[in-house]
C-alpha cells in the first residue's frame, strides 16, 4: 500500500520565481492538506482541498494556491517567492475530510529559496 | 485561539529507560483528536498514537502510551524501554472535529528527543 508520496525532494529558487510542488495522497484517501515546516519549528497550516474544492484555509497570503485534480492528487504553488518561503512543504492526506480519520504525511519537500 | 505548548525543546534518555513528553493545549472546542507525531532526521512525520477527546481511557501503542488529563488539557507521551530508533522530534497536536467535517491539525514546537547507548 503507497503512502503519501511527494515531489521533488529538494528545490532550490531565487527571489520573485514560482514554484509548483506535487502530492499524491494515501490509496483510497480524498482529502489532502498543505503544511509549512520552517527549521525548528512545528508545522503550519497552508490549507485543505476536498473534492477539488479549496475547503480551510490557514493564514497565508494569496501567494500560496493549491489545486487538487480528479485522482485527488495535489499541488501548491508559491508565486513571488521570499526568502522566508524556505522551508519543509509537507503534505498530508486523510480518508475523507467528513471523516475524524487521522492525516497521514509524506516525505515533504525542501525548498530553498536563495 | 487554539494552541498547543511543548515545553521541554529537548531532552535525553538512556536505552531501555522511561522518559515522558510532556504537552499542554488550549481550545474552547469539546470534539477533538489529539496526536504525537515523530519527525526523525528522514523527516518523514509519522504517526505515534492518537487520542480521541470523549475518550477516558489513556490510548497505548506497544512502548508509547499517553496520560490524558482532559481538564488540565495536558498530553503527556511516555515512551517506555526506549531505544536508539526513538531519537527524533516529537510533535504534539490536535485537531477539531465540528460541523461534520475535520479541522486542520495545530502543532507544538516540538521536543528533540535523543536516546544514548
Known amino acids: 500500500d503507497a503512502g503519501v508520496t511527494q515531489s521533488p525532494t529538494h528545490l532550490i529558487k531565487t527571489r520573485g520565481q514560482q514554484v509548483t510542488l506535487r502530492c499524491s495522497p494515501k490509496s483510497g484517501h480524498d482529502t489532502v492538506s498543505w503544511y509549512q515546516q520552517a527549521l525548528g519549528q512545528g508545522p503550519q497550516f497552508i490549507f485543505q482541498?476536498?473534492?477539488?474544492?479549496?475547503?480551510q484555509r490557514g493564514n497565508f497570503p494569496d501567494r500560496f494556491s493549491g489545486h487538487q485534480f480528479p485522482n485527488y492528487s495535489s499541488e501548491l504553488n508559491v508565486n513571488a517567492l521570499l526568502l522566508g518561503d524556505s522551508a519543509l512543504y509537507l503534505c498530508?492526506?486523510?480518508?475523507?475530510?467528513?471523516?475524524?480519520?487521522?492525516?497521514?504525511f509524506g516525505p515533504g519537500t525542501r525548498l530553498t529559496v536563495l | 485561539a487554539q494552541t498547543v505548548t511543548q515545553s521541554q525543546p529537548e531532552m535525553s534518555v538512556q536505552e531501555a529507560e522511561t522518559v515522558t513528553l510532556s504537552c499542554t493545549y488550549d481550545t474552547s472546542e469539546n470534539n477533538y483528536y489529539l496526536f504525537w507525531y515523530k519527525q526523525p532526521p528522514s523527516r518523514q512525520m509519522i504517526l505515534v498514537i492518537r487520542?480521541?477527546?470523549?475518550?477516558?481511557q489513556n490510548a497505548t501503542e506497544n512502548r508509547f502510551s499517553v496520560n490524558f488529563q482532559k481538564a488540565a488539557k495536558s498530553f503527556s507521551l511516555k515512551i517506555s524501554d526506549s531505544q536508539l530508533g526513538d531519537t527524533a522530534m516529537y510533535f504534539c497536536?490536535?485537531?477539531?472535529?465540528?460541523?461534520?467535517?475535520?479541522?486542520?491539525?495545530?502543532f507544538g514546537k516540538g521536543t528533540k528527543l535523543s536516546v544514548k547507548p
Open positions: 482541498y476536498y473534492e477539488e474544492e479549496e475547503r
Open positions: 497536536a490536535f485537531m477539531t472535529y465540528y460541523g461534520g467535517s475535520q479541522g486542520n491539525l495545530i
Open positions: 487520542q480521541e477527546a470523549y475518550k477516558q
Open positions: 498530508a492526506s486523510s480518508l475523507s475530510v467528513l471523516s475524524t480519520d487521522t492525516q497521514y
